[in-house]
């Protein structure tokens, strides 16, 4: 079936350091990808999304492209603050011709940065 | 424009009873997902309703169930607790079709059976 899987951590990082957190996935056809990001004690939100081989995805600051050639989604930015710290996942959902499947979650990578 | 509301935030439950956790979606989206995340198995996708049909499931057991209202509000239920039930609870909501664009998820429901 269907899934995702993003590198494991925790990553630390240092202020204004860059960041690349990885994301590969196996699925049939041509799903939609996405990265969502939950702080602690709250639900996910969605960070950027791409919805076709090549799309960049971007919003504040965070960058990802999709890459169908590799089955990647890697996400990057080229520095961090302290505020960036939390829990980032890598998801994908399938397209069935204007229906849907559910969304597909990798394991998450849990992101510290320090002053 | 309203988030997605989850209710309640924190439950404490006895192993052996049932529990209904409500969510609200962003007015105007038609489709409501619920996920369950645990330190263990992550998020794991435990069905969605469309149009108060249930559209998709996970592979859960007949304990866990939902429904959908006319207002496109759902509530979930877990019948006979388990203390591997105690997770986080999200709901999640769509636009009506498809989610490719996306969902917004609620804040979750925490739950914890002892």
């Known amino acids: 079936g269907d899934s995702v899987t993003q590198m494991e951590g925790p990553v630390t990082l240092s202020e204004e350091a860059f960041l690349t957190i990885n994301c590969t996935y196996t699925?049939?056809?041509?799903?939609?990808l996405f990265w969502y990001v939950q702080y602690p004690g709250e639900g996910l939100q969605l960070l950027l999304k791409?919805?076709?081989?090549?799309d960049k995805g971007s919003n504040k600051g965070f960058e990802a492209t999709y890459r169908k050639e590799t089955t990647s989604f890697h996400l990057e930015k080229g520095s961090v603050q302290v505020s960036d710290s939390a829990v980032y996942f890598c998801a994908l959902i399938q397209n069935y011709g204007g229906s849907q499947g559910n969304l597909i979650f990798g394991k998450g990578t849990k992101l510290s940065v320090k002053p | 424009k309203a988030g997605v509301t989850q209710t309640p935030r924190y439950l404490i439950k006895t192993r052996g009873q049932q529990v209904t956790l409500s969510c609200s979606p962003i007015s105007g989206h038609r489709s409501v997902s619920w996920y369950q995340q645990t330190p263990g198995q992550g998020l794991q996708f435990l069905f969605e309703?469309?149009?108060?049909?249930?559209?998709n499931k996970g592979n859960f057991p007949g304990r866990f169930s939902g429904r959908q209202f006319s207002n496109s509000r759902s509530e979930m239920n877990v019948s006979t607790l388990e203390l591997g039930d105690s997770a986080l609870y999200l709901c999640?909501?769509?636009?009506?079709?498809?989610?490719?664009?996306?969902?917004?998820f609620g804040s979750g429901t925490r739950l914890t059976v002892v």
């Open positions: 699925a049939t056809g041509y799903p939609s």
């Open positions: 791409a919805t076709k081989a090549d």
């Open positions: 999640a909501s769509s636009l009506a079709g498809t989610g490719v664009f996306g969902y917004t």
């Open positions: 309703y469309f149009s108060e049909t249930q559209r």
